[in-house]
Nanobody, 114 residues
Framework: QVQLVESGGGLVQPGGSLRLSCTSA???????MKWYRQLPGEQRELVAG???????DYGYSVKGRVTISRDPTKKTVYLQMNNLKPEDSATYYC?????????WGQGTQVTVSS
């Protein structure tokens, strides 16, 4: 069982930045790590992904404004978000995938508002 804990969400003004963290007691080096976001009543949307080999991919709506990265020494995956917009407001979740197994964190709320 892999437990993931997200943190770093909060209230930020439009144009601001946040860095979300996803931390585990498990070595995440071999996992594909992804960040999703979700609004109430809607499906989860992929924000960013990071393969174990170093590849990355980003959702169309956030491309150029977010960066996913890893710190293996801290067993943490980050999501740096810049130039935030009100439409980025959502609950952000991280997900770890390895083989046929996937694990989700509990989410962290991001609110972009003036």
């Amino acid at each position: 069982q892999v437990q993931l804990v997200e943190s770093g969400g909060g209230l930020v003004q439009p144009g601001g930045s946040l860095r979300l963290s996803c931390t585990s007691a498990t070595d995440l080096s071999f996992y594909t790590m992804k960040w999703y976001r979700q609004l109430p009543g809607e499906q989860r949307e992929l924000v960013a992904g990071s393969g174990s080999g170093g590849s990355t991919d980003y959702g169309y709506s956030v491309k150029g404004r977010v960066t996913i990265s890893r710190d293996p020494t801290k067993k943490t995956v980050y999501l740096q978000m810049n130039n935030l917009k009100p439409e980025d407001s959502a609950t952000y979740y991280c997900k770890a995938v390895l083989g046929g197994f996937s694990y989700w964190g509990q989410g962290t709320q991001v609110t972009v508002s003036s």
